[in-house]
């Protein structure tokens, strides 16, 4: 059957099945992302993300995956030749350069040299909501200028209430990517569909669906102060009009997320209408 997942939603969700803490195995989590790319939904589906740590201390079934660098960005060129000499297709790299609070140049001039061998490998710079942001922005603004294929990637989410933007912060985020023309990535507490608050943390995530209608505003010319109320929103209906409105669209700025359950965010789109769950 063909996929009938609109085109605002291709390539969404990438398959975090493997990343902490999950239980699941690599053999039990290739054999599962198989059964999501063959399926009527394939099209939301993007990479398996297989951590770095993984590769030489177990057997990575041929197969294609999206590399998560949690070894020192050092490692990554002889992990990445590992993979390709056991016949996997590398589709891209995410590696963080800095902790919060360090300065991430000098994490970004390394990652920047890796991808001057990597010959149109996408990068994607894992990138502190912090100090020195901004100029890390512009750095990679002038690596992609320079033909690198480096993009940024953020944390929304995390252990701690700091760890999560408010919609001001991250909306700015959002407009200074369309600013400098960069595609991003995003990593944790994206849960839900909407934002919400953890009723066993009293954390306030932010929803996957707020965030791809933020990024539509944000490309449409929106200031910072309409892409937070994208952003803001916690109920579905101010958002559900613009994503139907833009549905057939390529998905701007946004490149996608990570989910340890795929199935999670489809039934999430499908139940407010956003995909039609396997029926024409």
Known sequence: MSTLVPPLYAGLVDDASLLPPSPVGLS?????HHEHTTSWYRGLIGSLLVPASLVGTASVPRHSAGLIGDVPVASLPATVDKLRASGVVVQHVEAAVARRGEDPQ???AS???FAATQAGLPLYAEIPLSWGLLAALDSVAEARAG?????PKFRVGGLAAELFPTPVEL????????DRELPFKLAAGLRHATRHTDPETGFTHHGFLNILVATVTAAGGGEVAEVAEALAATHPVPLIEPA???RDSPRPLFVGFGAANVVEPLTELVRLGLVNGGYE
């Open 147 to 151: 033909g690198l294929s480096i993009a």
């Open 111 to 113: 990652l920047r040299s």
């Open 106 to 108: 000098p994490g970004l």
């Open 28 to 32: 039990d989590a290739v054999a599962k």
């Open 171 to 178: 909306a700015a985020v959002i407009c200074a990517c369309r």
């Open 244 to 246: 139907r409105l833009h």
